[in-house]
């Protein structure tokens, strides 16, 4: 069955500490792989994707498909990169979301 | 001012009554999904839809019927069968398959519903 794992819950760092929210997935197919994030009273909003290979407000994040995994990474932690998040993958050929249950990075000052 | 909006923001029903969440966006999106989100379990997906008079069950759609009569709009409908309807409820949308690549899908604020 497809499935994403986030395993932590909560992620709590001090701000300019570095970042790594986990993600594990199973699936059959070839996947594409997301991050959204729900900043404080604001909508769930597309981070980055696997397939544009790009760093997106200093997060970057690499699917490894030997480890079936797609964590998310950031050197420095900002304030402002607190927020809610949660990696996600489609299965088909139809964007059919499957997401995980989420890591809330809190950055303390 | 462009997007996908939900309503209401928060809705109290009584114990077997139904009640219908909207959605609508002006996108000019093909596909729009229903996801339920509870604490701890992410978001499940219940209905989405590809096209108009086009939809299909999600993983959780026992209990919930949808309609797709228009491209802009994707009303939900929690029945009385829905055995736990307490929820928070999002719609997205995004342009659908577009041929290798799946895209963005954009999201509503969501609608709390609270059955009493």
């Known amino acids: 069955a497809q499935r994403v794992t986030q395993p932590e819950k909560l992620l709590s760092v001090f701000k300019g500490a570095p970042v790594e929210l986990k993600c594990n997935y199973s699936?059959?197919?070839?996947?594409?792989l997301f991050w959204y994030v729900q900043y404080s009273r604001q909508r769930l909003q597309l981070l980055l994707r696997h397939i544009s290979r790009e760093s997106i407000k200093g997060f970057t994040a690499d699917l490894n498909k030997g480890e079936t995994s797609f964590h998310l990474k950031k050197p420095f932690a900002q304030e402002e990169d607190s927020a809610m998040y949660y990696c996600a993958l489609t299965r088909g050929g139809y964007n059919k979301l499957i997401f995980g249950a989420g890591t809330r990075l809190a950055v303390h000052p | 001012d462009g997007g996908i909006t939900q309503s209401p923001k928060y809705l109290f029903r009584k114990e077997g009554q139904n009640v219908t969440l909207s959605c609508e966006q002006n996108?000019?999106?093909?596909?729009m999904y229903w996801y339920r989100q509870d604490p701890g379990q992410g978001l499940r997906l219940i209905y989405y839809s590809q096209i108009v008079n086009d939809f299909q069950k999600g993983d959780i759609a026992e209990g919930y019927s949808v309609s797709r009569e228009k491209k802009e709009s994707f009303p939900l409908t929690v029945t009385s069968a829905q055995k736990n309807p307490t929820a928070f409820y999002l719609c997205a949308s995004s342009m659908g398959w577009s041929g290798e690549l799946n895209t963005e899908a954009f999201f509503g604020q969501g609608t709390r519903l609270t059955v009493v």
């Open positions: 699936y059959s197919g070839s996947p594409e």
């Open positions: 996108l000019n999106h093909d596909a």
